[in-house]
């Protein structure tokens, strides 16, 4: 059986003391050889016997010293970009995440030793970090700073981009790490020529100058396009209803911006008026955009200009046979002048209208059979649709739209009125019109601040409209390719970054994260808790889980919440570590004289099953530090620099 190996790297160096020894008795020798009448041959051949010794000595002892200099930590890296820039040439078809290193059982066991002892008996003594280049007193470091040097060496940490087609999930507390490794990622990735949309909900300042910068410094600074409500007049507009392939996606888009907060049943609801009225807008010709669809659906009144709309429209260019019927309803109305309308007509703000609704409703054919008997077109499913909204009565189409109206009016107030719903024909807005579409075709690096901290709800509402838009293009990447030479056979790589998963996650990002692989649509979620994805999901344990299970790649900060704590060591497993038991007896007996006392002591290793990364260090991971898990089994200790934009480069 092989011998069990445990290391003592923690203890005393007495390999030192023992160099220290023979140092002092090689110069005490030469001395003695030079000075004192004595074989001098002797003693030279000692001497040089002594340095040897304290040689092998010294070197034995600089394995445990150089360890205990490195639990001391590493001091926080300042890069530029251009910095950035120079070196990614060397990275090849790689990304790089800092430099860090494998993490294996070895590491394992050196932790689980380190929680043992006091913080006194791991840092060397602050003469001696003084002496070695060392400022700061590690015992006084935000976070355990001996995490990071449980191996001695360290490299670059380089993750295949054939890897990131599994996404990546970046989680860590408020101030951790994860803005500042969104902007180390994206920059690499805009450098590369790489489509990269960030979703930002907090608007950081500095994330968006560096998109900016990376696409300046990549020599393309056209690529780089943002919008933010706080910054209307640099921002570019976006149609966020521009791609869809059915009438039916524009329903769906706008009702998943409600939530989990309604019901399933309202929510059906909410959709059928929705896909109603976009029909009626799809049929008469007009343009389907967020604040079209506010005043098409807002009120009764509204809904019965669309519908008067497509009757007309009809019964002109489909149906020109009954427009003679419809004259004689609407004498017949006003002959009857104030007197009750009948049970089965539809009471109207219009009489044009009423007559045309009950000419549509008694004489033209429902099916295409009784068309073909009568020689007329039958009922459009468009115009149906809108005709049945006013059949019912005020208070059922009042529920439907309830919360239907308040969301697509703060989505088109003020300036979001022309940021999100774009005037084609407006000559004086020479902001650029933008859609998801044209934003990967363009292959841009667009920066989109919804500014949730100003207004939660429509900050929401425009990220998860942006993701379903997202969507709907990776739909047709998948089936169409990108453009007209792209047969969508090796498409080009998309990257969506979305910050804070508490305010952005949504079904479209699940969506995005189970099939937009196959797009080349690669996901970049960052959250603070796996609570706060259950949270955003309404309590769906399950769906959260199955948002994270698309995620192959992990990347964790400091984090203090139990139920992320426990997905994350789940997902990382366990080892086995070598344990070293002591035990010592002693007693006393009568039976024998002289005997009267007895001792014994006894020594034991023995293995235990423990998680592979100590759940009690997730919390005390130091800023800008991290613990990886790539390629589903590559596990890795890894550490950022901070990168900030060069002044010297002009925007």
Not at 26 to 38: E, G, Q
Not at 521 to 527: D, K, P, R, V
Not at 593 to 599: D, H, N, R, T
Request: glycine share 6%.
């Amino acid at each position: 059986m092989a011998e069990k190996r445990f290391e003592q790297l923690l203890r005393p160096a007495f390999e030192a003391r023992a160099a220290v020894g023979w140092g002092i008795a090689a110069v005490w020798m030469f001395i003695c050889a030079v000075l004192v009448n004595a074989p001098r041959a002797t003693l030279l051949a000692s001497a040089g016997l002594a340095v040897v010794m304290a040689s092998w000595r010294m070197f034995g002892a600089q394995r445990l010293l150089k360890y205990k200099l490195s639990l001391s930590g590493k001091e926080v890296v300042i890069m530029q970009t251009t910095d950035l820039q120079k070196a990614m040439p060397k990275l090849g078809e790689n990304l790089w995440l800092g430099w860090g290193y494998r993490w294996e059982p070895r590491h394992t066991q050196r932790a689980y030793e380190v929680l043992k002892r006091d913080l006194d008996d791991v840092y060397p003594p602050l003469w001696w970090l003084k002496w070695m280049g060392k400022t700061k007193d590690p015992r006084k470091a935000k976070g355990l700073p001996w995490v990071h040097g449980l191996d001695m060496k360290e490299s670059d940490v380089l993750l295949p981009f054939e890897s990131l087609k599994g996404h990546c999930a970046i989680i860590a507390t408020t101030g951790a790490i994860k803005t500042r490794l969104a902007a180390l990622v994206i920059f690499q990735l805009a450098l590369r020529g790489d489509c990269v949309i960030v979703i930002d909900p907090k608007g950081d300042r500095d994330l968006r100058e560096i998109c900016r910068q990376a696409a300046v410094l990549a020599g393309h600074p056209e690529r780089f396009l943002m919008l933010h409500p706080a910054f209307a007049s640099e921002s570019v507009r976006l149609d966020l209803v521009k791609n869809w392939d059915q009438v039916s996606q524009v329903a769906s888009r706008i009702t998943m911006v409600l939530g989990s907060q309604e019901s399933d049943n309202f929510k059906e609801f909410c959709w059928m008026a929705v896909h109603r009225i976009t029909n009626g807008m799809k049929y008469i010709g007009r343009r389907v955009s967020l604040y079209n669809l506010k005043t098409s659906m807002e009120s009764r009144v509204s809904v019965e200009k669309l519908t008067e709309q497509a009757l007309r429209k009809f019964f002109k260019e489909e149906c020109p046979q009954l427009l003679e019927s419809i004259e004689k309803e609407i004498n017949a109305s006003n002959a009857a002048g104030k007197r009750p309308v009948s049970k089965n007509a539809v009471e109207t703000n219009s009489p044009e209208l009423s007559a045309m609704i009950k000419v549509f409703l008694s004489e033209v054919p429902e099916s295409q059979d009784e068309a073909t008997l009568k020689g007329l077109p039958s009922k459009p499913e468009e115009v149906r649709g809108l005709v049945a909204i006013l059949e019912a009565n005020k208070e059922w189409f009042g529920k439907m739209i309830v919360s239907i109206t308040p969301l697509l009016t703060k989505l088109t107030t003020d300036d979001l009125r022309g940021l999100l719903s774009p005037d084609y024909e407006d000559i004086n807005d020479t902001r650029p019109i933008m859609d998801g579409k044209r934003l990967v075709e363009g292959n841009h690096i667009f920066y989109m601040g919804t500014d949730t901290l100003a207004d939660e709800s429509v900050g929401k509402a425009m990220s998860t409209m942006a993701l379903a838009e997202l969507s709907s293009v990776a739909a047709e990447i998948y089936n169409h390719g990108v453009a007209s030479k792209d047969d969508g056979s090796q498409p080009r790589r998309v990257h969506v970054v979305v910050d804070e998963w508490r305010d952005a996650a949504c079904e479209p990002m699940i969506q995005q994260a189970n099939k937009g692989r196959g797009a080349g649509f690669f996901i970049w979620a960052l959250g603070q808790t796996f609570s706060d994805l259950v949270d955003k999901f309404g309590g769906n344990t399950a769906r959260a889980r199955t948002f994270i299970g698309n995620m192959n790649n992990l990347i964790v900060g400091a984090t203090q919440d139990p139920d992320t704590m426990n997905l994350i060591i789940d997902k990382l497993g366990e080892t086995s570590i070598i344990v070293k038991s002591q035990s010592t007896g002693m007693g006393s007996k009568t039976e024998d004289v002289g005997l009267e006392f007895s001792a014994n002591q006894s020594e034991s290793i023995s293995e235990k099953t423990v998680e592979i990364f100590p759940r009690s260090l997730l919390p005390q991971l130091q800023d800008l530090h991290y613990i990886g898990f790539f390629n589903r089994g590559e596990l890795i200790k890894g550490r950022i620099p901070v990168i900030v934009q060069n002044k010297s480069v002009t925007k």
